[in-house]
């Protein structure tokens, strides 16, 4: 919910957490015949606590942030673990491996805005006294197909708004339902959300 970069700045680099940092220009890149930075940053090599090291693209034009693919450093164990894991059993060590984010912006009539979002993490789960420990694997992606800028937050009734402990799996019964999106129940697993939408997209101006 958080992986807006623009909007939730606090949980990626802060002002404050940029000379924390190394930065250094990549090749740029041209995308839709338009020009983009590539800016790589890491964390210094003399800061100990987990942060991010990846690839921001900026567009040349308006300096607008387009894409963001980064990860976090997880070779502190311990460290990155705290981050994520909030409650286990003593009898077990429950530590990330790899936590990649993939965010992109979309450019709709003059202004940038989110519109994809693809996090993917995984943990490891060692148990006392087991021969061998268990991998698991969080993928969550979030497309965004339209906005509306009348709608006021005020508008919206307080039952229909998420918490920020909500897991969608159980507050969004529709997708338990095979049935719920009839026609448009496309999404393959090895296809990525965007040809999902797309797909739909085409088959509803066909109807």
């Not at 991010?52 to 693209?57: H, I, S, W």
């Not at 502190?76 to 077990?92: E, G, H, Q």
């Not at 965010?103 to 805005?113: A, L, P, Q």
């Amino acid at each position: 919910m958080y992986a807006d970069l623009v909007k939730y700045p606090k949980y990626f680099i802060t002002p404050q957490s940029l000379s924390n940092y190394d930065f250094s220009f990549g090749e740029p890149l041209i995308n839709d015949g338009s020009m983009v930075y590539v800016v790589n940053f890491k964390q210094k090599s003399t800061i100990n606590e987990p942060l991010y090291y990846g690839k921001l693209f900026i567009d040349a034009q308006s300096n607008a942030l387009t894409n963001a693919i980064y990860n976090l450093n997880v070779e502190d164990r311990n460290a990155a673990a705290a981050l994520f894991v909030k409650k286990k059993p003593n009898r077990v060590k429950v530590y990330p491996t790899e936590i990649s984010y993939r965010i992109d912006y979309r450019n709709k009539d003059g202004k940038w805005y989110y519109s994809y979002s693809n996090v993917q993490l995984e943990f490891v789960v060692n148990w006392k006294r087991k021969l061998f420990n268990s991998k698991y694997r969080i993928s969550s992606e979030m497309l965004i197909t339209d906005w509306e800028t009348e709608l006021m937050s005020d508008g919206i009734d307080r039952k229909s708004k998420f918490k920020q402990n909500a897991v969608l799996a159980d507050e969004v019964s529709g997708f338990a339902d095979p049935e719920f999106w009839g026609a448009y129940n496309v999404i393959e697993p090895e296809k990525s959300i965007q040809q999902a939408i797309d797909k739909i997209q085409k088959q509803i101006k066909k109807d």
